[in-house]
C-alpha cells in the first residue's frame, strides 16, 4: 500500500492521459466511416482493450481521410 500512495501522483496523470486517448479514438471509430486499414469491427477492441498502443496504432496506421 505504500508503494501506490509513492507513485500515485506520477500514476494518476498517466490514467487520465490513457482515458483521454482512448475515448478520442472510439469516437473518431464511431464516427469516421473509412479506415486506411481494418473496418469499425477490427478498431474497436484494438483502441478499448490495448491499452496507450491501441489507440496510437489507430490514429498512426488506421485513420482514413477525413470526408
Same mark, same amino acid.
Given at each position: ?5 509513492? %507513485? ?5 496523470? &498517466? ?5 483521454? &486517448?482512448? $475515448?478520442?479514438? +472510439? @469516437?473518431?471509430? $464511431?464516427?469516421? =466511416?473509412? %479506415? ?7 478498431? $474497436? =477492441? @484494438?483502441? &478499448? ?8 496504432? %489507430? +490514429?498512426? +496506421? ?6
Amino acid at each position: 500500500m505504500e508503494t501506490l500512495r509513492e %507513485y500515485w501522483p506520477f500514476l494518476v496523470p &498517466l490514467i487520465i492521459a490513457q482515458l483521454t &486517448l482512448a $475515448i478520442t479514438a +472510439f @469516437v473518431h471509430v $464511431i464516427r469516421h =466511416p473509412s %479506415y486506411r486499414f481494418g473496418n469499425k469491427v477490427f478498431w $474497436i =477492441p @484494438v483502441v &478499448l482493450f490495448i491499452s496507450i498502443i491501441g489507440p496510437v496504432v %489507430y +490514429f498512426v +496506421f488506421g485513420r482514413g481521410d477525413a470526408e
